[in-house]
């Protein structure tokens, strides 16, 4: 892979990021990309955050007052689904078009797993690169790396990569912040990488004389786990994943949101002649919760409200780059999330006694993991001022699954015979043109369990494991007798499975069908 150095960005992003010079002439020749058909593509996508997370979706203990004007120059969408309700198999929904269910190996992949996605799967980045896009992953990846799971040497190029499924350049988190190794990689290697500490990284068994927050608990300076997290530490906060040197190239918690939008920042600037498309994947709100001290201490909700504000400057960032380089106009920016929210995911932050009034679900039931529907509603917001009407509303049953293929159409690539099989071109509900629903909605929670939801019933298929997650201490919503809801109430309270059996049997097969045969696309349910 080619080696795309941001080098006027810099690989250490300060509190304020650098400005990059922009000319009457170049804003003039940006004209030129307002008056191209096809728009940059943008798909903001933040971890972990709720429905009600927002202040444009109900919430007053926090202000995001960027993304409340996202949503005022475009589509404020209120039934969205992620594809999962934790990370990694929502996140292979998206990017390949396929479930996570159909493929091995997608449950929340260790910092050291291999890549999950194939460089012979297709892609959203191959579909955008096929139609001359330039493509870039930055922030969260959470899908693996290299060939092999817990093989890779960290201290060389890593044989496989994001710029093996499409993405001409990335600048990501191998997993999570709260999992090893606490690098970025760029292009295949550590950033920054620090040549006299060699990184070595293990899911299996301590490096010696290596502090744990098992351990050493006196070092966990910056944050103490509430549970888990009791592994390595780097930066005063426990993780999970056992790891050794680092170096120089070790991330600081509190600085990630500003590397993020840096080099969210640099790409855009770098490529602001061409189409770009850019998957711009948030730490906020994921646990380790740590903002920079520019938000910290500053919510009344602690460190997750701080960096539920964090998350909003991010967009800010970027959007006011994108305005600064005369290409607001023409691109296109979905933003979302890649599953529920949770309060207490790990950490001491006091996110649960702070909490207040606020609902991080919003209207919905449970959150992360759940099969409840707060596990997968998520915001979204869906801008592009060149084409679509402002301050609109959409409460049409929407699943990220169908990005893939909406967004495929939008720029004319072709989706390749067998790639993509449960993506679904519904363009133009995305774009506002219809409120159309789709028939059906997949939602897969931790346990593997697949509920299936239409704009009317919710049905969760019996399913082992506890009540409630203990931990988070999150309703699981795993039961062993079916449930069925009437999603006229949008919190799942009377399950009406016994009254309606017909309607259970049908959605039962429907799921048992859609696992075993692939996507049928039609509804469930005739009226
Ligand atoms: C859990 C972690 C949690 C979080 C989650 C993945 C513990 C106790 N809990 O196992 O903190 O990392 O995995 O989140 O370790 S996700 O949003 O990336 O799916
Ligand atoms: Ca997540």
């Known amino acids: 892979m080619k080696k795309d150095n941001l080098l006027y960005v810099g690989t250490l992003a300060s509190a304020i990021l650098p400005a990059i010079p922009v000319t009457a002439k170049s804003q003039k020749r940006n004209m030129a990309v307002t008056n191209r058909q096809e728009p940059n593509v943008i798909i903001i996508f933040a971890d972990d955050l709720g429905y009600g997370d927002l202040e444009c979706f109900g919430a007053t203990r926090v202000q995001t007052p960027n993304v409340n004007a996202l949503a005022k120059s475009g589509i404020q969408f209120t039934n969205v689904h992620a594809i999962a309700a934790t990370s990694t198999p929502s996140r292979y ?3 390949t078009g396929e479930y996570a269910f159909r493929h091995p190996n997608t449950d929340i992949a260790r910092g050291n797993a291999g890549m999950i996605i194939r460089p012979e799967q297709f ?7 096929n139609a001359g896009y330039a493509t870039a992953a930055i922030g969260k990846w959470h899908l693996g790396l290299g060939d092999k799971d817990a093989e890779q040497d960290w201290n060389a190029q890593l044989p496989m990569h994001p710029g093996d499924i499409g993405f001409d ?7 999570t912040a709260d999992r090893t190794p606490c690098v970025f990689i760029e292009q295949g290697h550590v950033a920054n990488y620090d040549p006299s500490a060699p990184i070595l990284v293990s899911y299996e068994q301590n490096f010696p004389n290596e502090p744990t927050g098992k351990e050493n608990p006196e ?5 103490k786990a509430s549970h888990g997290h009791n592994q390595s530490i780097v930066n005063g906060i426990g993780r999970i994943g056992y790891m050794k040197g680092g170096g120089k190239a ?6 990630i949101a500003d590397s993020i939008a840096a080099h969210a920042i640099g790409f855009i600037h770098k490529h602001q002649q061409e189409p770009f498309f850019m998957y711009l994947a948030t730490n906020d709100v994921h646990v380790p919760r740590f903002p920079h001290e520019r938000f910290r201490g500053k919510n009344p909700m602690g460190f997750r409200g701080d960096a539920i504000a964090q998350f909003d400057w991010t967009v800010g960032k970027v959007i006011s780059e994108l305005d600064r380089l005369g ?10 999330s890649d599953n529920g929210p949770v309060v207490d995911d790990g950490y001491q932050d006091r996110a649960v006694e702070l909490l207040g009034n606020h609902s991080p679900a919003g209207p919905y039931r449970a959150g992360k993991y759940s099969t409840f529907e707060g596990g997968t509603v998520v915001p979204a917001i869906v801008s592009w001022p060149k084409k679509v009407q402002a301050g609109q509303k959409s409460d049409a049953l929407v699943s990220q699954i169908d990005w893939l293929a909406s967004l495929s159409a939008l720029v004319g690539a072709r989706i390749p015979k067998g790639g993509a099989i449960d993506s679904q071109n519904r363009l133009s509900t995305l774009l506002g043109e219809d409120r159309q629903d789709r028939p059906y909605v997949l939602e897969q929670a931790a346990n593997h369990a697949l509920s299936v939801r239409t704009k009317e019933w919710k049905y969760i298929p019996p399913s082992q494991g506890p009540a409630i997650i203990l931990g988070p201490n999150m309703e699981s919503g795993y039961a062993r007798e079916p449930q069925l809801y009437n999603m006229q109430q949008p919190y799942e309270q009377d399950n009406v499975a016994l009254q309606n059996p017909q309607v259970v049997f049908t959605l039962q097969s429907f799921i048992e069908k859609e696992r075993s045969g692939g996507a049928t696309y039609k509804s469930p349910i005739s009226r």
């Open 219 to 223: 070092l966990l300076y910056n944050l």
């Open 93 to 95: 929904g998206l990017l």
């Open 250 to 255: 070790l991330w600081k918690d509190e600085n």
């Open 327 to 336: 290409l607001r106009e023409n691109t296109l920016i979905i933003l979302s």
């Open 123 to 129: 892609t959203i980045a191959d579909a955008f690169k």
């Open 169 to 175: 350049y990335h600048y990501i988190m191998a997993a």
